[in-house]
């Protein structure tokens, strides 16, 4: 007979923007939780570096340590609930969790992206639940959406806003409220950028993101090393400004495509028209655009970092493993499946439209060249536009080509910024549709 357990005991590891969310909502709904799903949820223990800290969450001293085995170790923790962040210790943290019997909820997009592998494997070892909602999206129900709401469907494509602090940024500079470094530090303020907000600014955040969705998405391991990445810290005012001009709205972008020859994915600044359903996703709003083959185009929107909404990511995990351990269900991890491989494509063998802009001596003859050189490399040219003309000084001249390879753009890119009429290495910005 199944012994059903009423009360599932926490342990909650990190006590930082999204712990504190976790505690706050556990303590604030509780009793909802319980009344809606028949399950209590208890914290037993809360983990963290500092005792010291001064803490906007008010838990019981009796509760928080310093030392994760004291987590790891209590047999009334069920779920131990990782919010800490990074590759390590989390990584081994997490692995010695399962081997002790424990379910794992995370919102470690760095981990599961750079380890996944190991640690799906783990999970599924021990037969416990890995839940990781909250990891992608921050309140967006994406995961659950991919693997269960569409588990019927082939997705094809997808394009996804998943970062937040990119996104304000962006926002701020598209709407020329503040500038880069300042729409930076509001985001840092807000608790949305990562500890080391390098990894939000150069775009990879937003990489390990996509390798957690390409997983699920396209059933796949996913090399995150091999992922083409660039963030928006090179971004200039003067291209979102060009941007704006010609329709279109620049934002940082997470591509993922099945293709014959691969799995297209990448990371970087994509112009998009300004009627594209992700053109008016401001601010720290997440959205996610897919193809699945039976269900057609969906969007996903919504807050994409941050305390509550990541949170409550976090505690719908919880509430999710936790009825499971009430009514006796097998947890064996439905996360994994064995690995099958796809080759990733190097950037040089994907296929867009783009923005160049060319910074030239404003002389006759020169933009008759650069057309030439693109021309002889297969890239055709949608339209022109020069943008003012100066005399003595140099002046943008933007072009907007045709779908081209990748490495066709470079090998003309080579040629063309070789020469003495071109003044600064040239501007490339990728564009969809
Ligand atoms: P914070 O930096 O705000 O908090 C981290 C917490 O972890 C702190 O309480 C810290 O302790 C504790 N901690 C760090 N290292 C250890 C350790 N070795 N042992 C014990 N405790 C430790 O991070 P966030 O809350 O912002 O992020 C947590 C995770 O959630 C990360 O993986 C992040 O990527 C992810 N995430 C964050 C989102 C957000 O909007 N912030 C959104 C989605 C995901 P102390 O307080 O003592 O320093
Ligand atoms: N730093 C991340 C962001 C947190 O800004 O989107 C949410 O994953």
Redesign the pocket.
Known sequence: MTVRKKTIGIGL???????TGVFNILKSQAAQIEKKTGVRLEIRKI????LK?HRAARASSKVIT?R?DDILNDPAVDILVE???GIH?AKEILLKAFAAGKHVVT????LLAEEGKVIFLQAARHSRSLGFE??VC?GIPIIQAIREGLASNEISHFLGIVN?TCNSILSAMTQGSVNFETALRQAQEK??A??DSRLDVDGIDSAHKLAVLARLAFRTEVDFRVIPVEGIRSLSALDIQYAKELGYVIKLLAIGKKTNSGLDLRVHPTMLPTDHPLANVWGVYNAVFLHADQAGDMLFYGRG??MLP?ASAVVGDMIEIAKKIHDGVSSESVFYEPPQKRKVLPIGETVSKYYLRFQVADKPGVLGRIAQTLGRNGISILSVHQKESHPTQSVPVVILTYQARESHLRAALRMIDAQKEVKEKTVVIRVEK
Request: net charge positive; glycine share 24%.
């Open positions: 590891l990190g006590l930082g923007t999204v712990g983990c963290v570096r500092s800290k310093t994760v919010l800490i962040g210790p919102a470690n997009k760095a909250a990891s921050g937040g608790g949305y990562e500890s970092a941050g990541t």
